[in-house]
Structures are given as structure tokens and as C-alpha cells.
């Protein structure tokens, strides 16, 4: 059930929202994917971790490569149903708040 | 079933009722909150016909890769300003829920808002729905009939 929490603790990153967006485009090895980063293959590969424990990559299982590819809508995954969710409606009511916040300031209410 | 899968969020608004409503059906409104963080729903790929048996549809594009997640649905009951439920097409997958938003009038510009989702995974709740449309389609025939014979344009 953490997972879902994992799955956006991921996503809150822009280098790991810059490694799936890469990813978007076709599987990549590490030094690939270290390279248009000024990061350490050790520090790409901890990135690759949370990527991986929230399902949002897979890695292959050659030891010396392991390429990861992006897998597609991990919130489709049943069991987190409810977690995703709620998560999706809980962020979506807090634009909310904030858009009826700024209509009743602009007076336009 | 293990679990239900349904749940209820219940939230307070600084805003009156109307308008949260219209923040719910409106494009315009829903351009500007729909989705979570780091989503955007373009105001083009919206659409709402609000009405019983209407449609209605939102493309959520994930900021981060582009990545789009159509969501849409059809209205099942439209009560404005107190209560809206309707089908929702989960992003990413097929599966479709029932989401019922109720807003009550706390005063002084307030709204409570209850919030409730419920996935489809058994036939029984399948038949719900099923019954819940046939209620549907009966009050949107009598809304037609209402409007004919007071030969009503809307307001």
C-alpha cells in the first residue's frame, strides 16, 4: 500500500521526472542516462531505485547493463486502487481550494 | 470481495455552493483543478454536457513526459447546487467508477463537500448502476416532457 506514496515521492523529483521522460523514448542504460546530468553513476543509480521500487521502471536482468524501461500506468495496479485514488482526488481538491480562493479575490465570484 | 474499493473524501470550501458546483461543471473551472500536481488538463480537451445521459471528457497530460490519461464519463444525476454524480473512466485503464459529490450550505460563503468514488467489481454493483441509469433516463424524460410543456427554453 506504500506504493502508491512511492509513486509520487518519484514523481516530486525533476531528475526523475527527466530520467522518465528520457525513458519515454526508449530503454537506456545507466551511463545512458547519467549522461546529460552532471551526477555520478552511484547517484543516477540511486534515482533508478525509487524509480524502480514505485514501478515506474523495470531493469533488465543482464548484471553488467540492466537497461531500465519505463512501465506504463502503475496506477492501474488494482490493489492500489483506493490509495491512487484518493491521492489523485486529495491533490485535485487542494487546486480546487486554491482556484475558488483566487475567484472569491478576484470578486468574480 | 477482500476490499471495497469506494471511498469517501469530505472537504470544506470558502467558496459558496454555486460556485463550487460550476467549478465541477464547467470547463473553465475544471482546466484550473482538475487532476493532481504535476497533471495539466488543457481547457480544449474538456468537455461536459451536463445533463442526465450526457457526456462528459478530460485529458490529463502528465507534465513530466507528456504522457496523456483521457478520463470521461456520463452524468447520471444533475442537481445543481447540491448534487452531481457521474460515471468517471479511470485514467490509464478501462475500469470506470461512480463518483457522487454532494455539497451542502454551510453559510457565510461555505460549503462542505462529500465526495465519494466507487469502482465497479462485482455484478451486483454493476446492477446498481444499470437501475441507477433507468432512474436516470426516466427524470431526463420527464425534464423533457417539463420543457415542452412549459414550453420552457431553459433559464
Known amino acids: 500500500m ?13 531528475t526523475r521526472r527527466a530520467i522518465l521522460a528520457r525513458l519515454a523514448d526508449g530503454e537506456a542504460t545507466v551511463t545512458e542516462l547519467a549522461e546529460p546530468f552532471a551526477m555520478s553513476l552511484p547517484a543516477v543509480s540511486k534515482h533508478l531505485k525509487v524509480l524502480e521500487r514505485a514501478g515506474l521502471i523495470s531493469r533488465g536482468r543482464n548484471a553488467q547493463q540492466r537497461p531500465c524501461r519505463l512501465v506504463a500506468a502503475p496506477l492501474a495496479d488494482v490493489a492500489e486502487w483506493v490509495l491512487a485514488y484518493r491521492r489523485f482526488w486529495e491533490e485535485s481538491f487542494d487546486r480546487l481550494d486554491e482556484h475558488l480562493r483566487e475567484m472569491q479575490e478576484g470578486g468574480r465570484a | 470481495m477482500s476490499t471495497t474499493r469506494e471511498f469517501t473524501i469530505t472537504r470544506e470550501f470558502a467558496a459558496p ?15 484550473r483543478w482538475y487532476g493532481p500536481r504535476g497533471c495539466s488538463t488543457p481547457l480544449e480537451s474538456i468537455s461536459a454536457d451536463v445533463r442526465p445521459g450526457g457526456a462528459w471528457r478530460a485529458t490529463m497530460i502528465l507534465d513530466a513526459t507528456g504522457q496523456e490519461f483521457p478520463t470521461g464519463g456520463f452524468y447520471l444525476e444533475v442537481r445543481p447546487p447540491e448534487r452531481l454524480v457521474f460515471t468517471w473512466r479511470e485514467p490509464g485503464g478501462d475500469a470506470e467508477s461512480v463518483i457522487t459529490v454532494e455539497l451542502a450550505d454551510l453559510g457565510d460563503g461555505r460549503t462542505a463537500m462529500t465526495f465519494h468514488q466507487s469502482g465497479f467489481t462485482t455484478q451486483e454493483t454493476w446492477e446498481n448502476v ?5 432512474s436516470a433516463l426516466e427524470r431526463l424524460s420527464e425534464h423533457l416532457a417539463g420543457h ?7 433559464s
Do not use: I, S
Request: net charge negative; no cysteine; proline share 5%.
Open chain 2, 17 to 31: 455552493r454555486e460556485l463550487v458546483f460550476r467549478a465541477w461543471t464547467d470547463p473553465r473551472h475544471l482546466t
Open chain 2, 130 to 134: 444499470q437501475d441507477g441509469w433507468e
Open chain 1, 2 to 14: 506504500e506504493k502508491l506514496d512511492a509513486v509520487f515521492a518519484a514523481l516530486a523529483d525533476p
Open chain 2, 148 to 154: 415542452t410543456t412549459e414550453e420552457g427554453t431553459g
